[in-house]
């Protein structure tokens, strides 16, 4: 029996990937399994004014910090969100955002910094010989983190694209793509180029009918692919005072699980959408994401060589 410790969007949050980290002590799992956006979305500025004090805006309002050890807590409290942040004089401001490149630049230093952190911690606290560990990209994450995780195989940290590995006598896929978003990230692709994608995926298994879906995406038309429908302007929309949801997932992902028949489906990509579905004899598990809560959502799955024995969600 191997029990399964698998969670998604991190987001840049410390304080989630310290709560993952732990989690093999504490559930005593056999695989720890970190699939999907791993990186932040937002750079906060932290000025520092003439008269010794520090300015920055977040969490809704303006911060005015008066001594070292008040920026260092504003900080660690922005890491512990998912934010990345950059101490600036009011000219190293303006500089910035006279130049978009250097900023996106910056944010990208920002991520590799933060992911190699976190990565050391993993390494230190975890005997990635004896835990099978997995780290994966996704849709959100820029291409120049895949050679940082890949940087620690000879540490026994799995970066699983383009693998296949196996798990208790099970094939295992993995795939960080999703279809087209409103966001346009880095890692889309348009349903028929996708279904072609996972296609070649599966035709490494040997038997995918007992192999485990490890796919970001979620698939359409499920619990796991709820989001809220948008506005040309990218607002959500309301009507009678209740945001409105529709399905956002992949078709193509459910064709290819619909067909095939995995053992159970892994995924992530639409936080407010956590949750288990299934899709023939398939399950089918998104745990959901409040990462900019310092929250851990996670399922523990349970598989012997037989097939799925049994999932249930944590989070904390």
């Known amino acids: 029996m191997a029990k399964i410790f698998f969670s998604v969007d991190v987001h840049g949050s410390t304080l989630v990937w310290r709560k993952w980290i732990r ?41 005015v910090l008066k001594s070292e050890s008040e920026v260092r807590e504003f900080e660690q409290r922005l890491e512990g969100s998912g934010a990345y942040y950059v101490r600036v004089t009011e000219e190293e401001l303006e500089e910035l955002k006279n130049n978009p490149d250097k900023v996106t630049q910056l944010m990208n230093e920002k991520m590799v910094e933060r992911l190699r952190k976190w990565l050391d911690m993993l390494v230190e606290h975890i005997d990635t010989r004896k835990v099978m560990t997995i780290v994966m990209p996704g849709n959100d994450d820029e291409f120049i983190i895949d050679d940082v995780i890949k940087e620690y195989s000879d540490r026994g ?10 798990i208790e006598g099970h094939e295992m896929i993995s795939s960080p793509y999703v279809n087209p978003t409103p966001w346009n990230t880095p890692r889309e692709m348009k349903d028929k180029d996708l279904e072609k994608h996972l296609k070649k995926l599966v035709d490494k298994l040997k038997d995918p009918s007992n192999a485990i879906f490890n796919f970001h995406c979620p698939p359409h038309g499920t619990h796991l692919d709820l989001a809220p429908k948008l506005t040309k302007d990218l607002r959500p929309v309301v009507v009678a005072g209740m945001v409105q949801y529709e399905h956002v997932g992949s078709k193509a992902v459910k064709k290819i699980i619909k067909k095939y028949q995995p053992i159970v489906g892994l995924h992530g990509h639409i936080h407010e959408s956590g949750g288990m579905d299934k899709i023939g004899r398939t399950v089918v598990l998104n745990p959901g994401s409040e990462y900019s809560e310092g929250v851990l959502k996670a399922y523990v799955v349970e598989i012997d060589r037989e097939g799925l024995k049994n999932y249930w969600k944590l989070e904390g």
């Open 23 to 63: 989690a093999q002590e504490l559930h005593k799992v056999d695989v720890l399994i970190l699939s999907g956006d791993l990186t932040g979305k937002v750079l906060v500025p932290i000025i520092k004014h003439p008269d010794g004090t520090w300015t920055a805006r977040y969490f809704g309002r303006r911060w």
């Open 157 to 166: 940290v799995i970066y699983p694209l383009d693998k296949v590995l196996e």
